[in-house]
């Protein structure tokens, strides 16, 4: 095992000095990441420090330090395939999103935000483990030129939210732990047999609920919370384009049922929105669609209405106490020539929210109203792009 | 619907445990084999190791025992009790381990193997994850 790890010491002193080169290229090209590549620099410092300690634990001849590989791994792999080849490949779209998300953050309340960078290349994903303030943003390549399925980047943007502030996820698992444990207290009545297996089903609810899961809850409720019904109808639309069986408990699965999501994310819209025309005919396309599926009694145990309105309501009261800057989306929605009107000042949950709106209400204006739109945000942030 | 998010949230929160928990053992284990020394480990280093495996073997322990253990330690729990050693073993060497940690004495080879064997755990759960962001 020395070998390998002889070897594997040349290995990182290698990668280790190209990360710091290309770090120190890229700031020069794009001074604006500064505070990201400090971020880097000072990870990439932490790992130089410890290949110095490996050199010691070798010449020790301590063939056991295998272990601290995957910390090595860790480092490189965020680096190298996700951090260096965003800001090496970051083009004119990428910093036409990083402008608008930018915006965006800091009108939910995401103050402690320093820099993001933007990768528009397949799928919706937030990177916040080098720090909360500097995250990586994937999204698909479409957000060049379309809002369509933006609203799940408010989503992401609730993965960032409970990085930075894990003590939702403390508050969240107590709330899933009483309700779980009240279900104990109430099966103690039950006839020993019967009482068995009612606590082993509990119990794996309560496995169910890990800290991955809370949070994907948690990042639906909080998309809702600030960007309103376009992310409650995009949730609807991301379920119905799965076509999947929507009471499923799939534990492979790091989200949970999209009939919970669903109605986690109604239940957190503002009360406003409960007769707008959208919002009602997003929920009675969902209600047709969970009519084809059947309810089963594991469903019923896991993301019971109980649970997932007190998990709603919990986490309500975590963003308004610890977020107090993000705002519980509550415009109204305009009708006809008003909706199609955008102003300067408005932020990308309206223009996304009156999108649904134009969308589902006119579509055979939303095409060329997405157009406009797109070209007038772009002049604001004074970026021709030629897209 | 991406899962990489997730992942990454997870393994920002196993990642200064593993390292923590990974780098303490090395120390104790230098210790025991008498060239703490030679890697510039010194007295207050080598105390904080103990006091960080300790800590976190007495948590360990305690959640063995709960109803509802805490959260963090849930996936763990789970490798634990799907490996092949019974739990009422895992009980009785972590009880050994918590007093022989508490002692000033240098930590024996058999206490060094039981840490070993939790480190193995964390390091299981923690490449579980780095491999689903990265790998052939």
Redesign the interface.
């Known amino acids: 095992m020395l070998e390998y790890i002889r070897a594997k010491v040349v290995d990182y002193a290698i990668i280790l000095s190209w990360i710091e080169q290309e770090l120190q290229d890229i700031e020069l090209r794009r001074p604006e990441h500064h505070s990201l590549i400090v971020r880097l620099q000072s990870e990439l410092a932490e790992t130089k420090d410890l290949h110095n300690?490996l050199i010691?634990?070798v010449?020790?001849d301590?063939g056991?330090?295998l272990?601290?590989i995957?910390?090595f791994?860790?480092f490189i792999?965020?680096a190298t395939?996700?951090y260096l080849p965003a800001l090496q490949k970051e083009g004119e779209a990428d910093r036409f999103l990083r402008q608008l998300l930018l915006a965006a953050m800091k009108q939910c309340g995401l103050n402690w935000i320093e820099d993001i960078v933007v990768q528009l290349d397949g799928?919706?994903?937030?990177?916040?483990?080098l720090s909360a303030e500097t995250p990586l943003i994937?999204a698909p390549p479409q957000h060049a030129v379309s809002f369509l399925d933006m609203p799940g980047l408010y989503h992401?943007f609730g993965?960032n939210v409970?990085?930075k502030l894990?003590r939702i996820?403390d508050i969240l698992?107590v709330a899933v732990?009483e309700h779980?444990?009240d279900l104990?207290r109430n099966a103690d009545s039950l006839i020993s047999k019967i009482r068995d297996e009612r606590n082993l089903a509990i119990n794996n609810a309560?496995?169910y609920w890990?800290?991955?899961r809370q949070?994907?809850l948690f990042?639906d409720i909080f998309a809702t919370f600030v960007c309103g019904p376009a992310h409650y109808i995009s949730c609807i639309d991301?379920a119905l384009r799965?076509d999947r069986d929507s009471f499923h408990v799939d534990d492979e699965d790091?989200?949970p049922p999209f009939s919970a999501r669903v109605y986690a994310c109604y239940k957190s819209l503002n009360l406003i929105y409960s007769h707008e025309p959208i919002v009602v005919m997003a929920q009675n396309a969902w209600k047709g669609y969970e009519d084809m599926q059947r309810r089963n009694g594991e469903f019923d145990l896991i993301c019971s209405e109980t649970l997932l309105d007190c998990l709603v309501g919990t986490a309500i009261r975590c963003i308004r106490e610890l977020l107090p800057g993000a705002k519980y989306y509550s415009t109204p929605l305009p009708c006809d020539e008003e909706l199609e009107h955008i102003p300067e000042e408005m932020s990308l949950a309206d223009i996304l929210n009156r999108g649904a709106k134009i969308l589902f209400t006119y579509p055979e204006r939303y095409a060329d109203w997405e157009k406009k739109t797109f070209k007038k945000i772009k002049s604001l942030y004074r970026l021709d792009l030629n897209i | 619907?991406?899962?990489?998010?997730?992942i990454?949230?997870?393994?920002?929160?196993e990642?200064p445990q593993?390292?923590k928990f990974?780098?303490a053992?090395?120390a104790l284990?230098?210790q025991a084999?008498g060239?703490a020394t030679?890697?510039?480990l010194q007295e207050d280093k080598l105390e904080e190791s103990r006091k960080t495996l300790f800590d976190f073997v007495v948590r360990l322990r305690e959640a063995l025992d709960q109803?509802?253990p805490k959260?963090?330690l849930?996936?763990l729990l789970?490798r634990m009790k799907d490996g092949k050693k019974p739990m009422q073993d895992w009980r009785k060497d972590l009880d050994a381990l918590i007093a022989q940690l508490q002692l000033e004495e240098q930590v024996t080879d058999e206490t060094i193997s039981v840490l070993?064997d939790v480190?193995l755990l964390l390091?299981a759960e923690?490449?579980h994850d780095?491999r689903r962001?990265?790998y052939r």
């Not at chain 1, 799928?123 to 483990?129: D, E, I, K, L, Y």
């Not at chain 2, 990454?8 to 929160?13: M, S």
């Open positions: 300690y010691e634990l010449k020790a301590d056991s330090v272990s601290l995957p910390v791994e860790s792999v965020l395939s996700y799928q919706h994903a937030t990177f916040s483990r994937l992401e993965h409970s990085r894990p996820v698992t732990s779980f444990a104990l309560l496995e890990n800290i991955e949070n994907e990042c991301m799965s790091v989200h | 619907m991406s899962t990489l998010s997730s990454d949230g997870k393994l920002g929160r990642e593993h390292r990974t780098l053992l090395i284990r230098a084999r060239y030679k890697l510039g109803e509802i959260i963090d849930r996936p789970r070993e480190q390091a923690f490449t780095l962001l990265y």
